[in-house]
C-alpha cells in the first residue's frame, strides 16, 4: 500500500488487499494487519471496520471471505461520516423446545444440535464462530455426575476456550454442578469475560434445562474491566431468575477480525427459526431497491409494465393536486411520495393516503397501457406503504415518549426517583463519580426480560438504536448521545440521564427515515411496530421496564457517591473486627445478608475467596470504611438493609417502582457497574494475638 494512500483526518480510507504480504522485508504498508489479504474502512485515522484472512484471493472468486458491506452515512455538522456493518449475526444459545438433554443454538436461523447421550446427565455445547461469522466448532462437553469424570471434560473445555481468537458461543444445560471458583474452567470462563462468582453458584435450570450461557469475544475496545482484550455477555438462571440463555445480535469488531455481542438479553425465547433481533439487523442491513414494490400478501413484486405506466400517471396526479411537497423530505427517495415518508407527522401521512384513494381510474387517461385492475392494484400498493410508513412514525413516538424529547414530555420521571432514593440513601454528598449512561438501556432491557416476556421484541429495537448511540463502536454515531464515561452527582445524576437519553432519542427518527428507504426495511418496520402496539398494556409494560431499569441506574449512581465495595479476605467472614490508629469495633455488623457477596480476587488457580461489603466510604481511600464514633469505637458503615433487600429483590406485581419497592438489581453486576471496588488492608492478628485476624487490627 503505498504511504501516501494512508488514512488522514478529514477524510475516509476504503482499501482491500489479496495475496499481498503486509510485513517483512519488501513490505510497505500502512495498515496495522498481519493476515495476507483483506478488507478495511478508515474514517479519519480512526479504524472502523476491517475483515481479514489467510485464504488467498481467486482470480474466480474475488475476497469472499475478507470483504467488508455496510452503509456510510456523510459527515454532518456533529462530527465525522459514520460508518454501520451490514453483516450482523442472529444468535441464539438455545431453543425454547430444548430439554434437559438437547441443546440447539441458533446461527442466523441456522440450527446446530447437540444430544445427550451414554449416560450423561448435562453439558456445556461451544459453538465458535470466525471472523465471517461462520461456525467452525460445535462440539457437546457432556457431564455425567462423576466428579473425577467431569472434572476432565471441564479441563478440555477449559483448553478449547483459553484464549479464543474466535466468537464464542457457551450454554450449559441439563444437570450441571457448580464450578469451583478457582478451577480451570472458571478461570478461562473469566479470561474471556464471563464471572467465576458466577459460575460457582449454578443451581436447578430454568424451565428447559437452561442453567447458564456465554457470548464473548476478543475486542480492540470494549472489554470488560476482568477481562482485559474480551467482551462477553453472560446469563445464569440462578442470578438472573428468568432463564439462562442468550439472544443476541452481534456485530464485527472494528479491528480483532470476529463479531463481538452488541445487543443481548436474556429473555424468554423466541420461537423456533425465529429472532427478536431481526429488524435492527435488516434495518442494519444492504438496501433493497424500488424495483419490487407492488403488495402481493407477503410478497413484494416487480410491477408490470401496465403497472409502472399506471403509477406514472398516479404520481403526477398526486404532484398537480400538491398532495405532497415538491421538495423530497427524503433526499435518496425516487420519487416524491416515498420523499414524503421521512415526515414525522403521523397525521399528514393520513391525510395522503386518504387524498390517494380518491384518485380514481380514468379510462381516457389510461388508453391501452393499463387496466383499471393495474390502477387499483398500484393504487392499493402505495396506500399500504403509506400507512406502514404511519405505523412506524408511530411506533417511533411510542419510544421517543419514555424519555421525551425538545418537543415532548418524558413519560420516565427520572428528577422524581432520584429525589425518592436521595431521601432513602440518607447520605448527602456532593462527591463527583463517573458513569455509563450506557447501563440504563442495559438495566432497562434486564427488567424487560423479568417483568414480561412480551414486550422484549418491543426492547431489542430500542436497545439495539441506543446502542449505537454509545460509543461502542467508533464512528457508528457522529456525536454520541449516550456517553460512557460521565461524571455526576447525587444532585445531577438524574439531569443527566434525562438529557442524554432525550437526545438519543431525538435520533430515533433517523433510524425511521432508514425504515422507510426501502420496500423490504418499510414492511419488516411496520409490521415490527404494529405488533409492538398490540396493546395499551403492553406499552404501560415497557414503561414499568423504563421506569425500573432507570431507578436501578440511579440506585447505582447515587449509591456511588457515598457507598463502595469492600473487599475482604472470605475468612474475616461479613462483619470482621476491625480497628484504625484510635477506635475499634465491627463497621458491616449492620449488614444484611443481602449486603454482602462472596467473590474471588485474582485470576489463575490462586484465586483466592472474598467477600464484598457494601458500606459507606468517606472518601479516605482504603481507611474509608473507619468512621469514628468519638468513643473509641466504629460507627456501622454497612449498608443498611432497609436498602439492601429491596434494592436486590426481585420485581413482582404490577406495581411500579419507589425507593422501598424490590429493584431487581443483579450482583455480582450492579456492584461492578455502578460501584467503587475498594480493598480493606488486613492484618494477621490483633495486637499480639493470631486468634483475631481483621481489617487493619494494629491498634
Given at each position: 500500500m503505498p504511504q501516501n494512500f494512508g488514512p488522514q483526518a478529514g477524510r475516509v480510507t476504503i482499501c482491500a488487499w489479496g495475496s499481498?504480504?503486509?510485513?517483512?522485508?519488501?513490505?510497505?504498508?500502512?495498515?496495522?494487519?498481519?493476515?495476507?489479504?483483506?478488507?478495511?474502512?478508515?474514517?479519519?485515522?480512526?479504524?472502523?471496520?476491517?475483515?481479514r484472512s489467510n485464504n488467498n484471493w481467486q482470480p474466480f472468486t474475488g475476497n469472499p471471505t475478507s470483504s467488508l458491506q455496510g452503509w456510510l452515512k456523510p459527515a454532518s455538522p456533529d462530527g465525522d461520516a459514520t460508518w454501520v456493518d451490514s453483516s450482523m449475526v442472529q444468535a441464539k444459545t438455545r431453543r425454547s423446545t430444548d430439554t434437559e438433554t438437547t441443546n440447539t443454538m441458533e446461527i442466523d436461523g441456522t440450527a446446530y444440535e447437540q444430544t445427550l447421550s451414554g449416560g450423561a446427565t448435562g453439558g456445556f455445547h461451544l459453538v465458535g464462530l470466525d471472523h465471517t461469522g461462520s461456525v467452525v466448532t460445535n462440539q457437546l462437553y457432556p457431564l455425567t455426575g462423576n466428579a473425577a469424570n467431569d472434572t476432565a471434560t471441564e479441563n478440555n473445555l477449559a483448553t478449547a476456550i483459553t484464549k479464543p481468537t474466535f466468537t464464542t458461543l457457551l450454554q450449559a444445560f441439563g444437570k450441571v454442578a457448580a464450578l469451583p471458583g478457582n478451577g480451570n474452567l472458571a478461570n478461562a470462563i473469566e479470561a474471556i469475560g464471563g464471572r467465576a462468582d458466577v459460575v460457582d453458584r449454578f443451581g436447578p435450570g430454568d424451565a428447559t434445562g437452561g442453567v447458564y450461557s456465554l457470548i464473548g469475544a476478543p475486542t480492540s475496545g470494549r472489554a470488560n474491566a476482568w477481562s482485559p482484550g474480551y467482551r462477553a455477555e453472560e446469563a445464569s438462571f440462578e442470578r438472573t431468575g428468568t432463564t439462562g440463555t442468550l439472544t443476541?445480535?452481534?456485530?464485527?469488531?472494528?479491528?480483532?477480525?470476529?463479531?463481538?455481542?452488541?445487543?443481548?438479553?436474556?429473555?424468554?425465547?423466541?420461537?423456533?427459526?425465529?429472532?427478536?433481533?431481526?429488524?435492527?439487523?435488516?434495518?442494519?442491513?444492504?438496501?433493497?431497491?424500488?424495483?419490487?414494490?407492488?403488495?402481493?400478501?407477503?410478497?413484494?413484486?416487480?410491477?408490470?409494465?401496465?403497472?409502472?405506466?399506471?403509477?406514472?400517471?398516479?404520481?403526477?396526479?398526486?404532484?398537480?393536486?400538491?398532495?405532497?411537497?415538491?421538495?423530497?423530505?427524503?433526499?435518496?427517495?425516487?420519487?416524491?411520495?416515498?420523499?414524503?415518508?421521512?415526515?414525522?407527522?403521523?397525521?399528514?401521512?393520513?391525510?395522503?393516503?386518504?387524498?390517494?384513494?380518491?384518485?380514481?381510474?380514468?379510462?381516457?387517461?389510461?388508453?391501452?397501457?393499463?387496466?383499471?385492475?393495474?390502477?387499483?392494484?398500484?393504487?392499493?400498493?402505495?396506500?399500504?406503504?403509506?400507512?406502514?410508513?404511519?405505523?412506524?412514525?408511530?411506533?417511533?413516538?411510542?419510544?421517543?415518549?419514555?424519555?421525551?424529547?425538545?418537543?415532548?414530555?418524558?413519560?420516565?420521571?427520572?428528577?422524581?426517583?432520584?429525589?425518592?432514593?436521595?431521601?432513602?440513601?440518607?447520605?448527602?454528598?456532593?462527591?463527583?463519580?463517573?458513569?455509563?449512561?450506557?447501563?440504563?438501556m442495559s438495566a432497562i432491557t434486564a427488567m424487560g426480560s423479568a417483568l414480561?416476556?412480551?414486550?422484549?421484541?418491543?426492547?431489542?429495537?430500542?436497545?439495539?438504536?441506543?446502542?449505537?448511540?454509545?460509543?461502542?463502536?467508533?464512528?457508528?454515531?457522529?456525536?454520541?448521545?449516550?456517553?460512557?464515561?460521565?461524571?455526576?452527582?447525587?444532585?445531577?445524576?438524574?439531569?443527566?440521564?434525562?438529557?442524554?437519553?432525550?437526545?438519543?432519542?431525538?435520533?430515533?427518527?433517523?433510524?425511521?427515515?432508514?425504515?422507510?428507504?426501502?420496500?423490504?426495511?418499510?414492511?419488516?418496520?411496520?409490521?415490527?411496530?404494529?405488533?409492538?402496539?398490540?396493546?395499551?398494556?403492553?406499552?404501560?409494560?415497557?414503561?414499568?421496564?423504563?421506569?425500573?431499569?432507570?431507578?436501578?441506574?440511579?440506585?447505582?449512581?447515587?449509591?456511588?457517591?457515598?457507598?463502595?465495595?469492600?473487599?475482604?479476605?472470605?475468612n474475616l467472614g461479613t462483619s470482621p473486627f476491625c480497628a484504625n490508629s484510635s477506635s475499634i469495633g465491627s463497621p458491616w455488623e449492620n449488614l444484611s445478608s443481602t449486603g454482602s457477596w462472596p467473590s474471588t480476587a485474582g485470576s489463575g488457580p490462586g484465586r483466592s475467596s472474598t467477600n464484598w461489603l457494601l458500606g459507606f466510604d468517606n472518601q479516605s481511600g482504603q481507611w474509608g470504611w473507619a468512621n469514628n464514633d468519638g468513643k473509641g469505637g466504629l460507627n456501622d458503615a454497612g449498608l443498611p438493609g432497609t436498602i439492601s433487600d429491596p434494592l436486590f429483590g426481585?420485581?413482582?406485581?404490577?406495581?411500579?417502582?419507589?425507593?422501598?419497592?424490590?429493584?431487581?438489581?443483579?450482583?455480582?453486576?450492579?456492584?461492578?457497574?455502578?460501584?467503587?471496588?475498594?480493598?480493606?488492608?488486613?492484618?494477621?492478628?490483633?495486637?499480639?494475638?493470631?486468634?483475631?485476624?481483621?481489617?487493619?487490627?494494629?491498634y
Open positions: 499481498t504480504s503486509l510485513t517483512g522485508p519488501n513490505a510497505i504498508s500502512w495498515l496495522p494487519f498481519s493476515e495476507t489479504n483483506g478488507s478495511a474502512i478508515f474514517i479519519g485515522t480512526t479504524l472502523v471496520a476491517s475483515n443476541s445480535l452481534l456485530v464485527r469488531d472494528p479491528s480483532a477480525n470476529d463479531y463481538i455481542p452488541f445487543a443481548t438479553d436474556s429473555a424468554t425465547l423466541d420461537p423456533n427459526g425465529s429472532n427478536r433481533y431481526s429488524l435492527m439487523a435488516q434495518v442494519s442491513g444492504p438496501a433493497t431497491s424500488w424495483n419490487q414494490w407492488i403488495r402481493n400478501g407477503q410478497q413484494l413484486l416487480a410491477p408490470t409494465t401496465a403497472q409502472n405506466a399506471a403509477y406514472n400517471d398516479l404520481l403526477t396526479q398526486v404532484t398537480n393536486e400538491g398532495f405532497v411537497p415538491n421538495q423530497m423530505l427524503c433526499p435518496a427517495a425516487p420519487d416524491v411520495i416515498r420523499g414524503f415518508y421521512c415526515t414525522t407527522a403521523q397525521s399528514d401521512l393520513g391525510d395522503l393516503a386518504t387524498n390517494i384513494l380518491t384518485l380514481d381510474f380514468d379510462a381516457g387517461t389510461a388508453g391501452s397501457r393499463y387496466t383499471a385492475a393495474d390502477w387499483t392494484t398500484v393504487r392499493n400498493s402505495i396506500v399500504y406503504e403509506i400507512n406502514d410508513t404511519a405505523a412506524i412514525r408511530a411506533g417511533i413516538a411510542r419510544y421517543q415518549m419514555l424519555f421525551g424529547t425538545a418537543s415532548v414530555s418524558a413519560a420516565v420521571n427520572a428528577p422524581a426517583l432520584a429525589d425518592a432514593i436521595k431521601s432513602q440513601v440518607g447520605k448527602a454528598t456532593e462527591v463527583a463519580t463517573q458513569t455509563n449512561l450506557g447501563n440504563v414480561d416476556p412480551a414486550i422484549n421484541p418491543a426492547l431489542t429495537f430500542l436497545s439495539g438504536a441506543f446502542a449505537f448511540e454509545q460509543d461502542l463502536l467508533p464512528n457508528s454515531s457522529p456525536s454520541p448521545a449516550i456517553q460512557d464515561a460521565v461524571t455526576v452527582t447525587q444532585d445531577t445524576a438524574a439531569t443527566t440521564v434525562v438529557n442524554q437519553y432525550q437526545a438519543a432519542s431525538e435520533d430515533l427518527s433517523d433510524w425511521g427515515d432508514v425504515m422507510v428507504s426501502d420496500p423490504a426495511k418499510l414492511r419488516a418496520g411496520a409490521a415490527y411496530m404494529k405488533a409492538d402496539d398490540a396493546s395499551t398494556g403492553d406499552q404501560r409494560a415497557v414503561l414499568r421496564a423504563a421506569e425500573f431499569g432507570t431507578q436501578q441506574y440511579l440506585w447505582g449512581t447515587i449509591l456511588a457517591s457515598a457507598y463502595s465495595a469492600w473487599v475482604v479476605p472470605a426481585r420485581v413482582t406485581g404490577s406495581g411500579g417502582p419507589s425507593a422501598t419497592a424490590d429493584a431487581g438489581a443483579i450482583m455480582p453486576y450492579f456492584a461492578l457497574d455502578y460501584l467503587p471496588i475498594k480493598s480493606v488492608p488486613v492484618a494477621s492478628k490483633f495486637q499480639t494475638n493470631p486468634a483475631m485476624p481483621g481489617c487493619q487490627p494494629q
